[in-house]
């Protein structure tokens, strides 16, 4: 089993910044996509941005060019820098990670995102 711990979440204006990181832990081999997903109330789950083993990355429209994923493989970590927060970014993020063809979630961090 691979557990995932997010941290980084908060309350911020819109505008700001936060930084979300993602901790795997476990029984890791060889992890090989990472990426961030989130909950907006009453929405369902969407997938935010991606990064393979290799440092490829992909984003969502709706975030890119405000958001950059990345990652420490010696660390086992995930990062997502968040800049020019909007109110519609406001929800529950979560970050899962790939390993021999089985997907591990995290519980989530809150970003609050005020007008």
């Known amino acids: 089993q691979v557990q995932l711990v997010e941290s980084g979440g908060g309350l911020v204006q819109a505008g700001g910044s936060l930084r979300l990181s993602c901790v795997a832990s476990?029984?890791?081999?060889?992890?090989?996509?990472m990426g961030w997903y989130r909950q907006a109330p009453g929405k369902q789950r969407e997938w935010v941005a991606g990064?393979?083993?290799?440092?490829?990355?992909n984003y969502a429209d709706s975030v890119k060019g405000r958001f950059t994923i990345s990652r420490d493989n010696a660390k086992n970590t995930v990062y997502l820098q968040m800049n020019s927060l909007k109110p519609e970014d406001t929800g529950v993020y979560y970050c899962?990670?790939?390993?021999?063809?089985?997907?591990?979630w995290g519980q989530g961090t809150q970003v609050t995102v005020s007008a």
């Open positions: 899962s990670v790939d390993q021999r063809a089985t997907s591990y």
């Open positions: 476990g029984r890791i081999f060889s992890i090989n996509g």
């Open positions: 990064i393979t083993n290799s440092g490829w990355t």
